[in-house]
């Protein structure tokens, strides 16, 4: 981490270098659940809370610690695992947002995609094509008038909707290991809203397939994912048919990389598209190091032709597609399961073999359910997973005794993820020196944590939302089906540090609209002394049960800087002109997305705010409060 010094040096901000600890050491576990070992590890019990709420929660609420010890540790997680709290202040605010109990048939015909509202409209003749043509302006007037009389609404309407919840949810939920697991399998499965063919489908995937599976058998999850609208556009599969044997796809895997996508096949024409089988197997289940090879990922692709979409949309009337829903499900070996439909007629119906297992001619749609049930069973699916949630809530470099007990629990239990987290959460090397407090935040979970920190009120969560992306983090639109890396490094960096300055200051500030916090309270009006007072006192609020004796001596200097804002300030922008900063992203086409420096966001530096809120600020933009 020196590199940091330096860049901080260069900008001028010495007195406020602050720097995130790259030594993340390792753990391990214990088979028979019982009391969690954290004593032998040197830990209090009211350290041990804080360390559980860091790793189970979006963040501890004031006077969570004393709630946990009071309660039991080991009920609490109990509690956590069976994610079966009553959240009704939740799903009052969630109330509002109509859209989120939409099915994806309802979706589809509400908020069309963008250009598809356009193309109906000319279709029937709301819009004559030479207006559009000719860039007249009238035509978007004329374009509005014809989707308010239809009941249509933009896309972009929905994703604001869906990301909201997200942000309340996280933030108010007391099932807060659901809400965390199901971030993490959504990362795992990931899908993005930045592809148009599956955007429509996301809310259903998250609340239908991801967060209901999100803490029962493996086997389970996947086998919806396969099938839901989203992942089946998002990785082509939705297209993909059967070839003859001479025309399948022959690219060579390199050794220990990934396979080069292939394209789907040109719209009309049939053909097979390996995306999904390869991602299945790489991403999903076995890993690239799992033990396949490219012709398991071409016999698997070949195994999965004919997993397709339902018919839905707004190209045809709900009539129409009823209808073609009906006959599908009347044709033999033809399979409608909600929204997935197995096409029989687009099935390769030849003889296989994937990982050594033979699949006879003639099969149909149970071979691919045989397929993944073989994928989610495979040893090398238990270690991958495994790691995977090891790496999530024990540290970036887990230890291999600790994977190889998870790995032997989730065959044990045929991949029960809630015995393979209580495996990991009994195990010594969970509450280790080496895990506590060794992971870094992602923007998201720094944001919603200090909220949650304040014990803050959001009314209009889309304005965090938009904070958490100028940190780097644009939930729900990551490109890569790799979703998100969970390692430290990939967060931090000198332009991602600035900003994580600059959220803190602001949400402190009360400078963030829709978010209040009020910080006399959290210290029950009390007034503190000096400003080393207020450090401590709030340093100890908001980061609980951790030695914060050279915190505060680094956080000094800051306070006494009269100018904090404006280097922090001037700092970012020299970074954000530099393009140096991948947080802040550019503005997408459907409005999802604005570009923002610190000053347009409020941060202004001419204006230092009160005492109390500076030291706040300062405590949430700090090193050591990156670290959970």
């Known amino acids: 981490m020196r590199f940091l010094w330096k860049k901080w040096k260069y900008l001028g901000l010495l007195p406020i270098v602050f720097l995130v600890s790259s030594s993340f050491e390792h753990p391990a576990p214990e088979k028979k659940p019982g009391r969690f070992p954290y004593r032998k590890a040197g830990l209090t019990a009211r350290q041990a809370a804080a360390h559980l709420l860091s790793r189970f929660t979006y963040g501890a609420r004031p006077g969570e610690v004393d709630r946990v010890v009071d309660m039991g540790l080991e009920n609490w997680f109990k509690t956590q695992l069976a994610a079966q709290q009553p959240d009704s202040s939740l799903d009052a605010l969630l109330s509002d947002y109509d859209a989120l109990v939409l099915s994806n048939r309802?979706?589809?015909?509400?908020?069309?995609?963008?250009?598809?509202?356009?193309?109906?409209?000319?279709?029937?003749?709301?819009?004559?094509?030479?207006?559009?043509?000719?860039?007249?302006?009238?035509?978007?007037?004329?374009?509005?008038?014809?989707?308010?009389?239809?009941?249509?609404?933009?896309?972009?309407?929905?994703?604001?909707?869906?990301v909201s919840q997200k942000v309340l949810r996280a933030t108010y939920t007391d099932n807060q290991l659901l809400e965390v697991m199901t971030s993490f399998w959504f990362n795992h499965f990931n899908v993005s809203l930045t592809k148009n063919d599956c955007a429509q489908f996301i809310p259903s995937y998250e609340r239908d397939v991801i967060r209901p599976n999100s803490l029962g058998k493996f086997g389970a999850l996947l086998l919806a994912t396969a099938q839901s609208p989203a992942m089946l556009f998002y990785l082509d599969n939705f297209s993909s048919s059967g070839n003859p044997a001479g025309k399948l796809s022959n690219i060579r895997r390199q050794a220990g990389k990934p396979v080069p996508p292939v394209q789907p096949a040109p719209q009309g024409k049939q053909g097979l598209n390996e995306n999904y089988a390869r991602e299945v197997m790489e991403l999903h289940t076995l890993g690239v190091d799992g033990g396949y090879t490219q012709a398991d990922v071409t016999e698997a692709a070949r195994v999965l032709t004919g997993w397709t979409v339902v018919p839905m949309g707004n190209y045809r009337t709900r009539e129409q597609n009823e209808k073609m829903r009906d006959e599908a499900a009347r044709k033999s070996g033809f399979v409608v399961n909600g929204d997935f439909l197995f096409a029989r007629n687009r099935h390769d119906a030849g003889e296989k073999k994937v990982l050594g297992r033979h699949f006879a001619a003639g099969g149909g749609y149970e071979e691919g359910v045989e397929l993944l049930k073989l994928l989610a069973d495979h040893p090398s699916t238990a270690r991958f997973i495994s790691q995977k949630l090891a790496i999530r809530f024990v540290s970036d470099t887990p230890p291999?005794?600790?994977?190889?007990?998870?790995?032997?629990?989730?065959?044990?239990?045929g991949g029960d993820i809630r015995q393979v987290l209580t495996v990991m959460v009994h195990a010594p090397e969970f509450w280790s020196a080496g895990s506590v407090r060794e992971k870094t935040k992602s923007p998201f979970e720094l944001a919603i944590g200090a909220v949650r920190s304040l014990n803050g009120e959001i009314t209009q969560p889309f304005q965090l939302f938009n904070w958490i992306g100028r940190m780097g983090e644009r939930i729900y639109s990551y490109q890569a089906p790799t979703g998100f890396p969970d390692k430290g490094q990939y967060w931090i960096n000198t332009g991602?540090?600035?900003?994580?300055?600059?959220?803190?200051?602001?949400?402190?500030?009360?400078?963030?609209?829709?978010?209040?916090?009020?910080?006399?309270?959290?210290?029950?009006?009390?007034?503190?002394?000096?400003?080393?007072?207020?450090?401590?006192?709030?340093?100890?609020?908001?980061?609980?049960?951790?030695?914060?004796?050279?915190?505060?001596?680094?956080?000094?200097?800051?306070?006494?800087?009269?100018?904090?804002?404006?280097?922090?300030?001037?700092?970012?922008?020299?970074?954000?002109?530099?393009?140096?900063?991948?947080?802040?992203?550019?503005?997408?086409?459907?409005?999802?997305?604005?570009?923002?420096?610190?000053?347009?966001?409020?941060?202004?530096?001419?204006?230092?705010?009160?005492l109390l809120s500076r030291v706040v600020g300062v405590i949430l933009g700090s090193p050591e409060y990156q670290r959970r």
């Open 106 to 162: 309802e979706i589809t015909e509400i908020f069309p995609k963008p250009g598809q509202a356009l193309r109906m409209a000319i279709r029937d003749g709301a819009i004559h094509e030479n207006s559009v043509q000719t860039g007249s302006m009238d035509y978007r007037n004329e374009l509005q008038s014809y989707m308010k009389e239809k009941g249509l609404r933009p896309l972009r309407d929905l994703e604001r909707q869906f």
């Open 496 to 610: 991602s540090l600035l900003n994580r300055m600059n959220f803190g200051l602001a949400l402190a500030s009360g400078r963030i609209p829709g978010v209040k916090v009020d910080l006399e309270a959290l210290n029950r009006h009390r007034e503190p002394e000096s400003m080393q007072a207020a450090l401590a006192t709030y340093g100890k609020l908001l980061m609980p049960e951790r030695d914060l004796e050279a915190t505060i001596r680094r956080l000094e200097p800051m306070l006494n800087d009269p100018g904090l804002f404006e280097k922090v300030n001037n700092a970012s922008r020299k970074v954000n002109r530099r393009g140096n900063d991948p947080a802040m992203g550019d503005r997408r086409e459907d409005g999802m997305m604005v570009r923002a420096s610190p000053v347009e966001s409020g941060m202004k530096a001419d204006r230092d705010p009160a």
């Open 400 to 413: 291999e005794r600790l994977i190889d007990k998870m790995a032997a629990s989730f065959r044990e239990s």
